[in-house]
C-alpha cells in the first residue's frame, strides 16, 4: 500500500484538462508520488486515447464506488472522490481536480507532517473574504458556506466559534478518516456516505460539501493529529479575482510559485 498518491476524479469533458494537469506532475513529481485517475467506465477509451497509459493509473469510478442516486456532476463526484479508500491503495492521498496544474516542484515531505500523519488544509480564507465583498458585495459570514459548517457541526455534535475552510482545492485527505466516519458513524447508523450527503442536502438546505465533513468530523474527533497547513494551491474562483489579478501583476508565475505548489483556474469559468 502506498503512503500517498495524487488522484484526480474526472470525466469527458475534462479530459484535456486532466492532460494539462497530468503532464504538470509529469513535469514537477520529484518523489515520483504514484498517480490514479478515475472516471466514468463509458469514458475509459477517451482517456486512454486522449491521456495514453504511461506513468499512470487508470480506474473506473465504479470500481471506486456505485452511485444509487441520481445526482449531477458536482454532486457525484463528491461522494467518489470521498471513497478512494474502498480501493485499499493508499494511507493517504492528494485529490487534484482537473482544472489544476502545477507550477512547482513537490515531494511528499510537502504534504505529509511526519511519518504518519498528513497535514490538514484549514484556514479562514480570508483571501476569498476579502474579494467576495469586492466583487460582489458579499458577506463571506453569512453566506451558504458559513451555514452548511453550522448545519454539520449540529450533526456531530461540535461548536465552534471560528468557520474554517478545510480547502480550497486541491484537497489532502488521510483514507483513516474517511474509514473512521463509515465504520463509526455511516456503518452504526446504517447509511453510506451518499446517503448521509443526500440527508445533510435535504434535511437542511444546503449542498453537501466533502472537504466540510472531512474536516469537521475529524475536528470532532480528533482520530489522527490535526497540523494545519495553508492552500498548496492559489485557487482562482472567479473571472473577476482572475482578471484583477492578472491587471495589479498579482498574476506572476514566478511570484506565485514563492507561496503554491500550483494554480487552479475553476473550469466553470476558465
Known sequence: MHKIVLYNKSFSRDVNRSKKMLNSIFEHNIDDIP???SCPNIDLELFKNTLGTDGYTL?????????KS???GWR?????KSNLHKLNITENYLCVDSDAFFINKFRVSDFMANDDTPYVVMNENKE???????FFGRNYRENGYTDAVKKYRNVFGTNYSHVWDYGPPPYLWSCKVWKHFEDSYLNKNNIDFEQFQIHMQ???NIFMREAVTYG???LATRVMDMI???????????????EYESKTGLYDIEKLKENYLGIVMQSNWS
Open 35 to 37: 498517480i490514479y485517475i
Open 59 to 67: 480506474v473506473a469510478d465504479e470500481e471506486i464506488y456505485q452511485l
Open 70 to 72: 441520481n445526482l449531477d
Open 76 to 80: 457525484s463526484q463528491q461522494i467518489v
Open 128 to 134: 476569498v473574504q476579502q474579494y467576495e465583498k469586492l
Open 202 to 204: 435535504n434535511n437542511f
Open 216 to 218: 469537521e468530523y475529524l
Open 228 to 242: 494545519p497547513i495553508g492552500p498548496f494551491f492559489k485557487f482562482y474562483h472567479w473571472k473577476e479575482m482572475y
